[in-house]
């Protein structure tokens, strides 16, 4: 004989062929969010394990609609008569006639809403969830990895402009390329002849600007107030950055000391805000974490067929970025499967472990004796000229039109 189990917002319930009612297991009301939460996340609970039980003694063959993985049936005594079917009768049966059966077997009352009744839980879930979220540790060193990027975004153009709007006053002290310090000079003194007189231009490179006469026109003191102003609206903006960057460097170590370790703070809190959170990262497979941030490339190889990328966001670490163009590609792959095992470590045990910087520096080290040359083509040459370039076409349309026809 046969029976059919489905699930519920209220519990479990199995019918027979016939739709008859059968068995039910009811959640506890104070625990119901609790259980369909478990049931999300893919594990089975008290209530199913027991109808499962009590079925398995009367019935030969016990037919569940489910969307647990099926593996964790295994453990169940008798599980052989386990068969899964989603939809089965039962669960086509339970939607299309919920309120009538959840008031037969005792679940609701005949004054109860049940429409109000899901509403309200589904409200509730998903505020848990929301909150739940919003706890998360990394969602704040998300948010303070992208404010940095947007910073250096705004403050690159910033700084741009008063570049070209102290030049009108001082086109000399242009010289000077660290944005930071030049900021600082207009920020702190403004004029041209309090600058000069600072103290500051004392290396070699800027005694040539401090003994040069400037070309620049005068200002006058309104002038240099604003331009003062917005110097120092620059300045805070830069250090605002600063203290991201502390903030992050910090972050990274309590929560992913092993990531940062291998790939710096800035870059592994990169990795974490592009993909969402540290346990989406833990999750992924070396392959797709080298390739993050460079999925226009991965869809245009797939899409054209060009030379698919080697690497993404991971092209900022300095073994990637500084190696040979030869051995990138080797390195970048060696770099992504050892962030996947380190990732993995802070999110599942969360103890440091030094040996994989080790393991990784030392891979380098016998990536670089191994290859010290670019692997020679022993492809011979393509012959592209006008007539194979016609000749291919020609192949190719004839290819297209006998597949058509």
């Given at each position: 004989m046969k029976c059919y189990i489905t699930c519920s917002f209220a519990g479990f319930i199995s019918l027979d062929e016939n739709c008859t009612l059968l068995d039910y297991e009811l959640f506890p009301r104070d625990k119901q969010k609790e259980r369909l939460a478990k049931m999300s996340a893919g594990a089975l609970t008290k209530e199913e394990e027991s109808i499962l039980k009590r079925m398995v003694k009367k019935?030969?063959?016990?037919?569940?609609?489910?969307?647990?993985?099926?593996?964790?049936?295994?453990?169940?005594k008798d599980n052989i008569k386990f068969k899964y079917e989603t939809p089965n009768?039962?669960?086509?049966?339970?939607?299309?006639?919920?309120e009538d059966l959840?008031?037969?077997?005792?679940?609701?009352?005949?004054?109860?809403?049940?429409?109000?009744i899901?509403?309200?839980?589904?409200?509730?879930?998903?505020?848990?969830?929301?909150?739940?979220?919003?706890?998360?540790?990394?969602?704040f060193l998300i948010q303070a990895i992208n404010s940095i990027e947007e910073i250096d975004e705004a403050s690159s153009k910033m700084v741009e402009r008063l570049r070209e709007w102290y030049a009108i006053h001082f086109?000399?002290?242009d010289a000077i390329k660290n944005h930071e310090r030049y900021v600082e000079m207009v920020a702190d003194f403004g004029d041209r002849d309090l600058i000069i007189n600072s103290g500051l231009l004392n290396s070699e490179k800027d005694s040539r600007i401090k003994n040069i006469n400037s070309v620049g026109a005068p200002i006058s003191e309104i002038d240099l107030q604003m331009v003062k102003e917005f110097a120092a609206s620059i300045k805070s903006l830069l250090n605002t950055k600063k203290s991201i960057n502390s903030y992050v460097d910090s972050q990274m170590g309590e929560i992913a000391p092993n990531l940062k370790d291998l790939a710096g703070s800035s870059l592994g809190a990169k990795l974490i805000a592009h993909v969402g959170s540290i346990e989406r990262l833990s999750k992924m497979p070396s392959g797709t974490v080298q390739v993050l941030g460079a999925e226009k490339a991965l869809f245009r190889h797939l899409k054209t067929g060009e030379k698919p990328p080697k690497h993404g966001l991971i092209f900022q670490h300095p073994e990637v970025r500084g190696a040979k163009w030869w051995l990138r590609g080797k390195i970048a792959r060696t770099l992504a499967s050892k962030i996947s095992l380190a990732v993995r470590k802070d999110v599942y045990s969360g103890e440091y472990d030094p040996t994989i910087l080790e393991n990784f520096e030392k891979r380098v080290k016998e990536i670089k004796k191994a290859h010290p040359f670019p692997k020679r083509s022993t492809k011979p040459k393509k012959i592209d000229d006008k007539e194979s370039r016609k000749k291919k076409k020609r192949d190719k349309y004839k290819k297209n039109v006998k597949d058509y026809i």
């Open positions: 019935y030969d063959s016990i037919i569940i609609e489910t969307t647990i993985p099926h593996s964790r049936y295994k453990n169940l009768i039962a669960g086509e049966f339970l939607r299309s006639n919920m959840l008031q037969k077997i005792g679940f609701l009352k005949p004054d109860d809403d049940l429409k109000l899901l509403h309200e839980l589904s409200i509730s879930m998903t505020n848990d969830r929301l909150r739940e979220a919003s706890q998360a540790e990394d969602m086109p000399e002290l």
